[in-house]
């Protein structure tokens, strides 16, 4: 029985960097020269990206697989869908945007789909190009809903590329994040809070119908319940907005007219007036955390204790703030 | 709108999980005693007291919240004080003054001289500061128009005073820098600024902007001081930062102008000719690309002059040297030091070689580094000149090739997360609670680190035992050793119940030292000086440097005072305490003689479950409580019983304190109180109360006070679950343990999960660890591992060590290529999904190509890599 001292060995970078001889270990921790002295600034509009796969089931986390992205492009957001057309298969979409440059917006934005196969292992579908820069997707019944600078747009799984199925472009700057739940999306635009959509299956609109009215820089959101979101903005703020109960009854009814349970005058809202919604939603609690909000979800902390809303800041601060009522 | 406004109806209970480790400010000085190395940091919201230990660990001593922003910081050395003082410049348009008292464990405010509004506002002085070396004056410049000056001085009754703001305003310019001089304690003190009069600089005009250095001179001969302009310079347009140069005995006083990839000496008060230097560049760096220095340090070098440390924006660091002539400043040299992450500052305390140098690190984990002796006979590094052109000039730019570290090395890291640009909290790993998966870091330094509740745990050594173990204990050879002698295992099997294992070099299998091994262990430990008691069901076994000594109790005889089998024991240096099987207790002593004797018993008829003996006070050998699980009156209750001399009246000991439980104690533990007034590492004396531990087989852990003079229990008592079982599990039987942590009493508590309760920064903490369930575990100290714990897990035995006290997330780190931007878990396979994008920035496996690795010269010294990039200019 011999001590054996324990060294937390990191895992290396990049899988393909293993057996490379530049990964000289330059600070005595597993460093490469790349991670010491970093790269050359090659410019504007230069772009390294890349997609990895970590397993984390491991005793140990490592990366299972890195897909490196095309010259100049940039991923900016991921989702995972299942799609009604492919029902037995998960597949992981990647948004990306070329050549992405701080003076302009005018770019060609990309989705990429993968099919996720055995054990997490990501295999390219196809790429479909987008208006402007995919910022934000998420899954919405069999469907994906993905926020293309002001525009939400939903598309479908098809063969070759996504199908482009709606889309309402009537957001302000561009859509920081896109949450669903059940029949209700909820919409973060970056300097102009929050919304709440629904899809209308007979006119195939999206339609915004209630909006916060308070210009918050909403940084990060997420569903609380289905009527209440919760979000964090960049001057360090996390609240919580809510539609109130009696609007949402109102929304609900005109709602299922528009499911087509009742015939014809369910009809209540066109996409022209989309921009200016019927409903306000409610501020129901503000605080001041101090740092710009990174991310804000809903989860438990521990397995069967209560829920509470996790927030980070860009100071590394994790906070928890527990939902109660007095 | 058909929607109602109203006020918010709900409460959000904020709770801060992980704080803020991001540093925007750094300044070292002798805060809290003096003679003493120690770094003051500024999270943002908070300010914090770090001390680099002779290990070369860096201890948290306190972090304060400070309710307002910290913009900058200076160390300000009052007149006539010993230690240093802090002043910070904020948003509340103030100027605070604070020290750190070491009793009290915080900081404490001095002066607080109000100057301008509230607020990050350009014209409201806060985001610069610079204090005279020597104490006498401060000056805090807001980025435009506003600057403000304040003198120190002591009053008659010795307190520290401060003048009224003497302003020193410049209306239409920017301020880039500022600097306070170290021009001595006989002339008046002197700062510098660099300021940009936007008024020079009007739309269309392509002219050079005219920037200049300014010299502020704070008059203090006459009564009421005064701030007089001296000189202003005009200096290069990119100049970005403005250092002073150390003066007096140290070097030659002055400033260093840091501008674009050059720097230029100039002597204080202006006057005289800049001597200027170019900045080496790294080999391959276009010489388009501007290079400006960030971060510096004043570098003491025994047997050199004393030296700048400068970082570049790339992270390179550089060295600094003047060479003297007659009339002043001939020559300023910069060269290749080290290259280190980019900082935030840098603080270097004490002197090279042997000193440290601490990295506030712009993203990311903050460093200690130790700085080195130059290795003997090994090569300068070597700097090309490579011809350059640049506005139709010729010139000769020094080159140089990044390198591994030569000059400095690691000692320790203080961790931070920041920036998290995203986090998940969901079980990806399928365990008890979800993990935290956060994408931290920029760049090539960004990670992916999981976070999971409790302290990290190292494990030291882990072993296959023969059989099943169900329990461990650890013994010295003499009570008064520090390190353990001898593990003892309690093994599932009839034939060998108990093995001894002897620790060296290496944890053996131990015959020569005649324990019993035929009867399973109840506990083991040391008595009296050189004594060591190992108490097995049938009975007591003693012995006296490795032979069995002779005892009456040695086996359980029937009608004897041990006449039945021992169900549970306590013991400390001169007392032991047996459970018997039909619940009765049996208290012994070791008499002037060295024998164990019967003590006075308590009275019969309550049904005892377990017991524990306090540790016996300083200078005493005697435990003076005894705390026990009773059965009595039909509920479970916990005594408090007096066991030393004083104890009981006549034949029997006496109940002092009783307390009802809610569930069946199957554990004790009572140790001396470290929160509060107690903590702080101050030896423990009879003033400082005990604490009791009872682990119920609910899972509930009550953790109660005992007053140390009466006996008396504490009515305010804490009940906490430890379980982690979800809810169809039987609940486990919690089982308590003494340990050591951070040098002080600690308890580690096991479960379903392992807990340790120990004492931080003066309060006591109670937290998991990160670990797998642990059945049976006891305290270890050994030479290699000076503070660690044994323990068993099924049919292994483990050495663990807790290295990071405090932290409240364990954390394991998965190194990513360029900035990470959002993640994504796949719940099915266990797998997270990370999306990297890097701009200004080509890729990384493309660059590979491109990167050929030179062996270093030497195979033995730490520059072991080296690093050209093909297609320098």
């Known amino acids: 029985m011999i001590y054996t001292r324990f060294l937390l060995t990191y895992s290396k970078s990049l899988l393909t960097s293993n057996t490379d001889a530049d990964t000289v270990d330059v600070e005595g921790e597993g460093y490469t020269p790349y991670q010491s002295f970093g790269v050359q600034r090659e410019g504007e509009g230069k772009w390294a990206s890349c997609i990895r796969v970590v397993d984390t089931v491991q005793q140990r986390s490592a990366t299972k697989q890195v897909i490196e992205l095309a010259e100049d492009e940039a991923a900016v957001s991921v989702c995972v869908c299942n799609f009604a057309d492919r029902p037995n298969e998960t597949l992981v979409l990647v948004g990306s945007v070329l050549g992405l440059k701080s003076s302009s917006r005018a770019v060609q934005g990309m989705v990429h789909c993968y099919s996720v196969t055995d054990r997490a292992h990501l295999t390219l579908v196809h790429k479909t190009p987008v208006d402007g820069i995919p910022r934000a997707m998420c899954a919405f019944q069999g469907r994906v809903l993905i926020g293309c600078d002001t525009a939400l747009r939903l598309y479908d799984i098809g063969k070759k590329k996504l199908l482009h199925k709606c889309v309402n472009k009537k957001f302000s700057s561009w859509i920081q994040s896109v949450h669903v739940l059940g029949e209700r999306i909820f919409v973060a635009d970056a300097t102009d809070s929050l919304s709440f959509v629904r899809y209308n299956s007979l006119t195939h609109d999206l339609e915004c119908f209630a909006s916060d009215s308070r210009p918050r820089w909403v940084t990060a959101a997420c569903d609380l319940d289905y009527d209440t979101i919760a979000g964090g903005d960049k001057f360090g703020n996390v609240f919580v907005c809510r539609l109130s109960s009696d609007s949402a009854d109102n929304t609900e009814q005109e709602s299922n007219q528009d499911a087509g349970h009742s015939v014809g005058s369910g009809l209540s809202y066109d996409t022209q007036t989309a921009t200016l919604p019927d409903w306000e939603l409610c501020e129901e609690a503000l605080f001041h955390v101090g740092e710009t909000v990174t991310s804000v979800q809903k989860a438990k902390l521990v397995d069967g204790g209560a829920e509470a809303i996790i927030y980070t800041t860009i100071g590394g601060a994790i906070g928890a703030m527990q939902v109660g009522r007095l | ?873």
């Open chain 2, 1 to 873: 709108m058909k929607g109602r406004l109203r006020s918010g109806r709900m409460h959000l209970y904020q709770l801060t999980l992980q704080r803020s480790n991001a540093i925007n400010c750094a300044v070292h000085g002798s805060f809290s005693s003096p003679h003493v190395a120690e770094i003051v940091v500024a999270h943002g919201k908070a300010i914090e007291l770090v001390r680099p230990d002779a290990e070369g660990k860096l201890l948290s001593v306190c972090h304060m919240e400070c309710f307002g922003l910290i913009r900058s910081m200076a160390t300000v050395r009052l007149p006539g004080a010993n230690t240093d003082c802090v002043a910070l410049g904020s948003d509340s348009g103030r100027l605070a003054l604070v020290h750190y008292i070491p009793e009290r464990h915080q900081f404490e405010r001095i002066h607080l001289e109000t100057y301008g509004k509230s607020g990050c506002r350009r014209t409201v002085a806060g985001q610069y500061m610079a204090a005279d070396p020597a104490g006498r004056a401060l000056m805090i410049a807001a980025i435009e128009k506003q600057r403000v000056v304040y003198t120190f001085d002591r009053d008659s009754n010795s307190l520290v005073s401060i003048s009224p703001p003497i302003e020193a305003p410049r209306h239409g310019a920017i301020t880039f820098a500022i600097a306070a001089l170290d021009v001595g304690a006989k002339s008046n003190p002197l700062f510098a600024s660099i300021d940009l009069a936007y008024s020079s600089v009007t739309e269309g005009d392509n002219t050079e902007p005219h920037k200049v250095l300014s010299f502020y001179e704070v008059d203090t001969s006459s009564k009421q001081a005064q701030v007089v302009k001296r000189a202003s310079e005009a200096i290069d347009a990119a100049s970005n930062l403005v250092i002073a140069v150390p003066g007096g005995a140290e070097g030659p006083g002055g400033v260093l102008v840091c501008a674009e990839n050059k720097l230029a000496y100039m002597r204080a008060g202006g006057g005289g000719d800049e001597v200027v230097t170019l900045l080496p560049r790294r080999a391959g760096m276009p010489i388009t690309q501007p290079l400006l220095i960030t971060a510096h340090t004043v570098l003491r070098q025994s047997g050199n002059p004393t030296a700048l440390l400068l970082q570049s924006e790339l992270g390179d660091i550089y060295t600094v040297s003047f060479s003297m002539a007659a009339n002043g400043v001939s020559g300023v040299s910069a060269t290749y030091y080290d290259t280190l992450p980019v900082a935030i500052a840098l603080v270097a305390l004490g002197s090279s070689p042997g000193g440290r140098l601490f990295i506030a690190g712009e993203f990311s984990d903050h460093r200690l580094y130790q700085f080195l002796a130059p290795v003997a006979g090994l090569a300068a590094d070597a700097v090309d000149m490579v011809q350059c052109e640049a506005d139709g000039e010729q010139f000769q730019l020094p080159h140089f090739t990044p390198r591994g570290l030569r000059h400095l090395v690691q000692l320790d890291e203080l961790r931070s997360l920041a920036p998290v640009l995203d986090l998940k909290c969901v079980d990806l790993a399928g365990e008890d609670a979800p993990q935290l998966y956060a994408l931290c870091g920029r760049g090539p330094r960004s990670s992916l680190r999981t976070l999971r509740h409790g302290l990290g745990v190292a494990e030291m050594a882990v072993s296959e035992l023969p059989f099943k173990a169900y329990a461990v204990w650890t013994v010295k050879a003499a009570a008064k050793d520090v390190h353990h002698k001898y593990i003892l295992v309690g093994l599932a099997n009839d034939a060998c119940p108990t093995i001894v294992l002897s620790v060296g070099e290496t944890v053996e299998m131990c015959t020569s030292v005649k324990f019993v091994t035929t009867a399973r262990t109840i506990t083991a430990g040391e008595l009296g000086a050189d004594m060591i008691v190992q108490v097995h069901q049938t009975g007591l076994h003693i012995l006296k440097s490795g032979k069995e000594l002779q005892h009456p109790l040695s086996k359980v005889q029937p009608g004897s005072v041990l006449g039945k089998n021992i169900k549970a024991a306590a013991l400390v240096s001169h007392q032991v305490a047996l459970i018997l099987i039909d619940n009765s207790l049996l208290c012994l002593e070791l008499n002037s003689k060295g024998e164990l004797v019967p003590g006075k018993q308590p009275e019969s008829g309550s049904k005892f479950e377990c017991v524990a003996l306090s540790p016996p006070a300083e200078g005493t050998q005697r435990s003076k409580w005894m705390a026990a699980g009773v059965f009595v009156d039909g509920a479970w209750s916990l005594f408090i019983f007096r066991v030393d001399a004083q104890g009981g009246g006549g034949g029997a000991l006496r109940v002092e304190s009783r307390m009802l439980l809610n569930g069946k104690p199957l554990s004790l533990c009572l140790s001396h109180a470290t929160d509060g007034p107690w903590g702080g590492g101050e030896g423990v004396g009879e003033e400082s109360p005990l604490v009791c531990f009872v682990g119920l087989e609910n899972e509930m852990l009550i953790r109660v006070h005992v007053d140390s003079s009466s006996g008396q229990l504490s009515k305010d008592f804490r009940c906490r679950s430890l379980g982690a079982r979800s809810r169809d599990d039987p609940a486990q039987p919690l089982k308590l343990f003494k340990v050591s942590a951070q040098g002080q009493p600690g308890v580690l508590a096991l479960c379903s999960r392992p807990w340790l309760s120990y004492s931080h920064q003066g309060t006591t903490l109670m937290t998991p660890l990160a670990y797998d369930s642990i059945e049976y575990g006891a305290a270890f100290s050994s030479p290699q591992c000076a503070e660690g714990l044994v323990c068993v897990i099924g049919s292994t035995l483990r050495i663990l060590a807790v290295h990071h006290f405090g932290e409240v997330f364990h954390q394991q780190t998965v190194r990513l290529a360029y900035t990470p931007r959002k993640c994504v878990g796949l719940k099915d396979s266990g797998a997270i999904i990370v999306i990297e994008s890097d701009h200004n920035a080509t890729k990384e496996v493309a660059k590979r190509h491109q990167m050929t690795s030179v062996p270093g010269q030497d195979p033995d010294h730490v520059d072991v890599g080296m690093l050209v990039l093909v297609g320098c200019i």
